[in-house]
Every structure is written in structure tokens, then in C-alpha cells.
Nanobody, 125 residues
């Protein structure tokens, strides 16, 4: 079992920055990839970005490319999401997820097995 706990959400003005963290505990072996998803009110949860745990290869949805950066600290079992140039449309609950299934790229919810409880990101105009 893997437990994921997100932190770092909050209120920020448009154009500002936030860094989300996702601390993983429990099973520490067999982690293949991790990702970030988000869900805005009234919308379905959508993919934001992902990273392969060993190689560090990243993949992003088009709307955040050039603004968001995913990184991980293997020793701390922590995933990060640096969000710059935030827009009001980025406002959502952000979830981290972990996959034990090896893949060259992660972007589908079905690829992930464990999920955090989410952290709210609010962007004011």
C-alpha cells in the first residue's frame, strides 16, 4: 500500500507561483511513475503531468507546458509540481498519483493505482 499526501496548495494571484509537494509513504519499492491530475468545479479530473520514477522523463498536458515543472526526490519519496505564471483556469483541486506499472509515458488515470486526497489551488484574477 502507498499513502500519498499532497501539500502546498493555497491562494495566489494570477501570474504568481506555487509549489505542490506529494509525500509518499508505505511501499517504497516498485514505483514506476507518478503524476499530477486536477479537477475544477463541475469538470472531470484531467491529467496535468507525469514523471517516470527512475529515468525522470516528464510529460505534460499542452495547457501547462512551459509553465509547470514536475520533479521528484527519490531519497525523500517526494514528488513536486512547480507552477509558474498561474492562470485562473489553473484553479482546481490537485491530486498526485502513483503507478507501479512500468510505462514510457503516463497520462491516463487507469495507469495509476494510488491517489492522494488532493490540495486546493485557488488563483485570483
Amino acid at each position: 500500500q502507498v499513502q500519498l499526501v499532497e501539500s502546498g496548495g493555497g491562494l495566489v494571484q494570477a501570474g504568481g507561483s506555487l509549489r505542490l509537494s506529494c509525500a509518499a509513504s508505505g511501499r517504497t519499492f516498485g514505483r514506476a511513475g507518478m503524476g499530477w491530475f486536477r479537477q475544477a468545479p463541475g469538470k472531470e479530473r484531467e491529467f496535468v503531468g507525469s514523471i517516470t520514477w527512475i529515468g525522470g522523463s516528464t510529460h505534460y498536458t499542452d495547457s501547462v507546458k512551459g509553465r509547470f515543472t514536475i520533479s521528484r526526490d527519490n531519497a525523500k519519496n517526494t514528488l513536486y509540481l512547480q507552477m509558474n505564471s498561474l492562470k485562473t483556469e489553473d484553479m482546481a483541486v490537485y491530486y498526485c498519483a502513483e503507478s507501479p506499472y512500468y510505462s514510457a509515458i503516463y497520462y491516463r488515470e487507469s495507469q495509476f493505482k494510488s491517489w492522494g486526497q488532493g490540495t486546493q489551488v485557488t488563483v485570483s484574477s
